[in-house]
């Protein structure tokens, strides 16, 4: 399923346009760059030789000149990059391999191979999600795909070298972290065989180096310390199952004029039913009346309008208690999350892979400042105490798109929260529920201005919590 920005003229620091022209920019001294760092670079390759058997058919996504597809010694080799200048130069240093200039969601499937190389590639992609899911149609039911991503703990270090010049530029990078991405591939076809750190020691120190690299890269903690994350996946067979359940969307809304019609509108088809409930919780401007208009011309949307303001909660209760099909779940109005992100929301429920699907913003980069610094700051902390007090690992609860069974809602206490997030989240602990986490692209508001208070909420969030660890930890 691609995923896209549908607002017009939006420009994104990491697409195809950004990363293959950085790419091609650092091509020329690319290979020279990987000299200077021969050491690292002999690291990674010793990895994908334990890793990966000669003789094998090898696909490298994001191959650049193509040294590491080389030094598998596959049989059938086939790298591919954004960058035309990378591949000219990956075609006349390998011409036994081919090698091909396109975009990973572009890429044709016309062969199975054995091992799929995803090297640094994924901080360089828009959708973590979208480029996985092309992986699979590559993969026979043995392949294995080796991921490799760079340790966001050195970033500040990165940043540093690349100002005095002593490092090759990242350009568009997202730097994510192996417990983030982990959570996205939980909610996949594919299993983890095995995950770790390489590279503890990226110079060449002797005997140091040796240690540091064959040895403390396996001790908890300190290997946490590593310059590179791995992964080697294999798919497991695609799951099929279809529940057949209909999805009721909740667009709790207050003076929401500018944006209700976009967020109506772009609600995709979810399931055998869709229908589409607009909460206007006491809103004092047109949103109401916008949404009644669209109604002529959409029999699936229900507006529920009442006065006074009563708060995000209330209007979320609200409109849960109206819905009447299967899963339910909550968009906002405010379009900082693209209604095209629903489905898979509503996928990994109807397959039943899980209770309660939670969005999460801090896994992809954020547009412009869409989250401000303390509520940024805020997030992460009501994240550790919310993990801590559920016992799963949360990293957004903030985030206002949930989804979950409709009948585990009539079992949530709601009410005490009154944004709704912390309520429904506590309830779903409590129930014994599963949750996965789904990364969102957070947008920065197209219209009007956020309703989220970040010291006079916090409290507020402070004292639920304390009700929360009553509950779930005290049990009383």
């Excluded at 346009?17 to 001294?29: A, Q, W």
């Amino acid at each position: 399923m691609k995923i896209e920005p549908s607002v017009e003229n939006m420009q994104y620091y990491i697409n195809k346009d950004s990363v293959s022209r950085h790419l091609n920019i650092v091509s020329k001294e690319y290979d020279q760059w990987k000299e200077k760092n021969s050491y690292f670079y002999g690291e990674i390759k010793s990895f994908l030789r334990r890793n990966v058997a000669p003789g094998s058919r090898v696909l490298e996504i994001g191959c650049r000149t193509g040294d590491m597809l080389a030094a598998t010694e596959p049989s059938r080799g086939v790298g591919i990059d954004v960058s035309t200048e990378m591949i000219d130069i990956a075609r006349k240093k390998h011409a036994n391999y081919e090698f091909i200039c396109t975009y990973y969601s572009q890429i044709e499937a016309k062969e199975k191979f054995d091992y799929i190389l995803l090297l640094n590639v994924l901080g360089y992609s828009y959708d973590v999600t979208e480029v996985l899911e092309n992986v699979h149609k590559f993969c026979h039911s043995t392949t294995k795909i080796i991921i490799t991503t760079t340790n966001p703990w050195w970033r500040p270090l990165f940043t540093l070298s690349e100002k005095l010049k002593i490092k090759m530029p990242f350009g568009p990078y997202n730097f994510i972290e192996k417990r983030n991405l982990t959570k996205i591939i939980e909610a996949m076809d594919f299993s983890i065989n095995s995950s770790g750190f390489l590279a503890l020691c990226p110079k060449k120190i002797p005997l140091l180096s040796y240690i540091a690299n064959k040895v403390l890269t396996r001790v908890g903690v300190i290997n946490k310390l590593s310059f590179v994350q791995y992964m080697v996946l294999r798919p497991v067979p695609e799951n099929k199952t279809d529940l057949n359940m209909g999805c009721s969307v909740i667009i709790p809304c207050y003076n929401e004029a500018g944006n209700i019609a976009q967020a109506v509108k772009r609600v995709p088809k979810m399931g055998s039913n869709t229908e589409i409930i607009v909460v206007s919780d006491g809103s004092q401007d047109e949103t109401a009346d916008i949404v009644r208009e669209m109604q002529k011309d959409m029999p699936e949307l229900k507006l529920i309008d009442y006065s006074p303001n009563h708060g995000k909660g209330y209007a979320v209760t609200t409109g849960f208690n109206a819905a009447t099909q299967d899963i339910i779940m909550i968009l906002d109005a405010d379009m900082s999350v693209m209604p095209e992100e629903l489905p898979r929301f509503f996928s990994l429920l109807n397959k039943g892979v899980c209770d309660f699907v939670n969005g999460t913003r801090l896994i992809y980069p954020m547009q412009d400042q869409a989250m401000k610094l303390a509520n940024l700051f805020g997030n992460k902390i009501f994240s550790f105490i919310m993990t801590f007090l559920t016992g799963q690992n949360l990293t957004d609860t903030l985030c206002g798109t949930k989804a979950l069974y409709k009948k585990d809602y009539k079992r949530i206490k709601m009410g005490v929260d009154k944004w709704g997030d912390f309520d429904l989240l506590f309830g779903a602990a409590k129930n014994g529920s599963r949750i996965l986490e789904v990364p969102v692209h957070y947008m920065s508001r197209t219209a009007g201005t956020s309703k989220m208070k970040a010291l006079s909420h916090g409290i507020h969030l402070m004292k639920v919590c304390f009700r929360g660890f009553k509950e779930l930890v005290l049990e009383l």
